[in-house]
């Protein structure tokens, strides 16, 4: 794969600060949280936004899909929420004689679910199938999803009544999974005046288009990756499953994962490669959600955060970064 010139390059980051710019008027003080938000959605993945209610998960997701024009749908997953009600239903067309499907919320550019664990395991895994494959199959019929295509994801802490633990096997489809947070003192001052009387985001303009999107997952497909950066990547992975205080380890998927983002994440600092540093300041993100500790590593109060940290500090870190395009 040839790697993208330099001028491709600007313009991916051009955009990329230009989205992350807009989103922050109304998100204010979350620039860190936004800017991975978008790595992910130029990465083809999928976030998964946990923190109690009232931090702004959902105005983040539609501010983002109204900063690229895209087509934003929002599902609230409750209880009594049905597979169908996600992903749509065939309805008899009384004068055509047949079938006619009746799309869900699914199809869309970017896909909110609400407080995701409020919903059945059933209807959370109607997802499945949308995130990995970006495809819905009803009736026999499989109906592709147009790109861009991501699902952000919001959930309050599982100690709250009503809810479910997200199966494993949806946990691991979300690239990655991000914590808000309270804002700072200032900041919520400032928020105070800006969206005392009429929030920013009626404000909010599109400052890019879907296709420009499309454009700027091709040029982070093309960032190369050497060899070594390989090897790292892979060895961190590999020390989650070894360390002793881990029960389940990172799964291949999460190295794919970890690889495709650092791609965007280099090609939004100006390079054409990815260094040691792109994959450090990615790994806690992409693998805190994946891995489940021993009883007793929770009993001695360690964290999945403390393990990988542990693990990064054990794996060799590349001395080099040159590049070796994929």
Request: charged share 25%; no cysteine.
């Amino acid at each position: 794969m040839a790697e993208p010139t330099s001028q491709l390059i600007d313009v991916f980051g051009e955009r990329f600060k230009r989205i992350v710019t807009n989103v922050e008027t109304v998100i204010q003080g979350k620039r860190e949280v936004i800017e991975l938000t978008v790595l992910a959605m130029v990465s083809e993945g999928h976030v998964l936004i946990e923190d109690v209610p009232g931090v702004g998960k959902t105005q983040l997701a539609k501010s983002l899909a109204r900063s690229i024009d895209g087509e934003f749908h929002r599902v609230q997953f409750t209880p009594d929420l049905l597979p169908s009600d996600v992903t749509g239903v065939s309805v008899w067309d009384r004068n055509a004689g047949q079938f006619d499907f009746k799309p869900g919320p699914i199809f869309a550019n970017i896909v909110v679910g609400d407080e995701i664990n409020r919903a059945s395991p059933k209807t959370q895994s109607a997802l499945l199938e949308a995130m990995e494959e970006r495809q819905v199959t009803s009736d026999g019929v499989t109906r592709v999803l147009e790109p861009p295509f991501m699902v952000i994801a919001t959930q309050n802490p599982l100690e709250h009544e009503g809810t479910y633990p997200l199966p494993e096997a949806q946990l691991d489809r979300f690239m990655m999974r991000v914590v808000i947070g309270y804002p700072s003192r200032d900041k919520e001052l400032e928020m105070l005046d800006t969206h005392g009387v009429r929030s920013t985001f009626f404000d909010l303009g599109a400052v890019a288009s879907v296709h420009d999107v499309g454009d700027m997952i091709d040029i982070a497909r093309q960032v190369a990756v050497s060899a070594s950066v390989k090897n790292y990547i892979v060895d961190l992975i590999e020390g989650t499953r070894l360390h002793p205080d881990v029960m389940l380890g990172a799964s291949p998927r999460s190295a794919l994962f970890l690889q495709r983002i650092s791609r965007s994440r280099a090609a939004s600092r100006g390079r054409d490669y990815v260094m040691p540093d792109d994959i450090k300041e990615l790994a806690a993100p992409v693998l805190e959600h994946r891995l489940a500790l021993r009883p007793e590593a929770q009993m001695r109060g360690e964290t999945v955060g403390t393990i990988i940290e542990d693990v990064m500090g054990r794996v060799r870190v590349p001395g080099t970064t040159s590049r070796i395009a994929t």
